[in-house]
Nanobody, 117 residues
Framework: QVQLVESGGGLVQAGGSLRLSCAASGSIGSINVMGWYRQAPGKQRELVAAITTGGNINYADSVKGRFTISRDNAKNTVYLQINSLKPEDTAVYYC???????????WGQGTQVTVSS
């Protein structure tokens, strides 16, 4: 079993920055993908960014240039640096860990990001 714990959300003014963290623990396979998703009220959950253990990164078009994902494989932790926040970035941000070549995906409990205009 894998547990994911997010932190770093909060209330911030438009134009501000936040850094989200997600720490994974448990029986974690050495080759995996860790990603950030978000879900705004009344909308579907969407991919924000994902990064493999090898460092390959994928971003949603809407966040390119403002969001930066990174990870520390030794700590099984993924980060999301969010700059130039906009009110439309308001959502619950979820961390996910999954495997490309094996079954299983795991979600964190989510962290709220609220951007005021």
């Amino acid at each position: 079993q894998v547990q994911l714990v997010e932190s770093g959300g909060g209330l911030v003014q438009a134009g501000g920055s936040l850094r989200l963290s997600c720490a994974a623990s448990g029986s974690i396979g050495s080759i995996n993908v860790m990603g950030w998703y978000r879900q705004a009220p009344g909308k579907q959950r969407e991919l924000v960014a994902a990064i493999t253990t090898g460092g390959n990164i994928n971003y949603a078009d809407s966040v390119k240039g403002r969001f930066t994902i990174s990870r520390d494989n030794a700590k099984n932790t993924v980060y999301l640096q969010i700059n130039s926040l906009k009110p439309e970035d308001t959502a619950v941000y979820y961390c996910k860990l999954y495997y490309m070549l094996a079954p299983g995906d795991y979600w964190g409990q989510g962290t709220q990001v609220t951007v005021s205009s």
